[in-house]
């Protein structure tokens, strides 16, 4: 692969859902608070890659910073130098020399923005940590994006060191190929992403193709919450052509949840882009709009996921809307209403104590 590459369908949409989630990350931690404004706050960007593809959409980098610098509340998020700093890692030297032209050419001399920016050529398993260190992260916010298309590489040492920091998140993407070319990776290399060899090798052990990427799915999302992150998901983005992308997203809080799946159901699904649950068997979701509009009925996913979670012993409305926020990819709390009713109507389920359905009415399967 050269400097540039072609910018493929997967990598598109998932572009569209970072920049819908940053569009709410930025001010959601740089806008004070009642008086209170967060001291610092830093994103990581650890496989920035060159700034630009073959057909001349920007990179991650470039979008980023722009998307920052001219938010709509830009001027209520106190942007300063010593506050807010984004750090790109790329280790290939030419991609490198490249993001530094193309950073400099859209924004101007980098030590002139009202942001902190820097630009470092080295390995994002080996230098996160000691930039993060050297920039003053720890104590303070960090949003880290592992987005690496050939291989997972970081050690979970360094998810751990950012999931005990406070109000700190990861978004981890495993390339299309990375499943079915495990047998090439190094054995040690595994160790120290998963935490011990004791915990990826039974993911090894998957002979089915079908089933192998939600095994090794599964086993990073168990590595990110020994790691210490209280709240992960796991969701496959399948773009309308071309191979899906996976990702692992680590928070420790549950309005990062909310936010990262507000950012999932605001993103454009005219090209026919989707997010699926690794848990569901077969479920097509009908598409990324608002569950209710245009539909009769509810996305077969959410049906197939409340079943699973009811499989599990009768819950509340209330706790089924919990389970969906914590446990699944991209439904959220308000979404268990209106599965239970559709269920209750169609004899899938019954309902205590009968009558009008409330967050507090106990759902069993019959």
Partial sequence: MGVLWKLEAATAAKHRLYKRYLD????ILLQ????????????LDAFAGPGRYLGDEEGSPVFTLDRLLNHSAADRMHLRRDRVRLIFIEKDPARYEHLLGELANRFGPLGSLPVQVE????EAGRDSIPLLTRFGAWGNPILGLFDSWGSVNVPLDVMARIARNKSSETITTFGPNWFS??????????????GGRKFWTPAEAELRTDERWRVWLQTYRDALQRAGFGFHLQFELVPRTGQPLYLVFGTGSPKGLEAMKDAMWKVDDSDGMSFRDPRTRGAIPLGQLDLFQGADRCDPELIELVEQKLALGPATVEEIGRWLLTETSRWKATHALGAVREMRQDGAVTVHPSGKLTRKSLVSVP
């Fill in 32 to 43: 004070p608070t009642n008086g209170w404004m967060r001291p610092r706050v830093t994103l």
């Fill in 181 to 194: 070319r495990r047998e090439d990776l190094n054995a040690d290399i595994l160790d120290q992403v998963f």
């Fill in 119 to 122: 630009v470092h050529c080295g």
């Fill in 24 to 27: 709410a990350w930025w001010p």
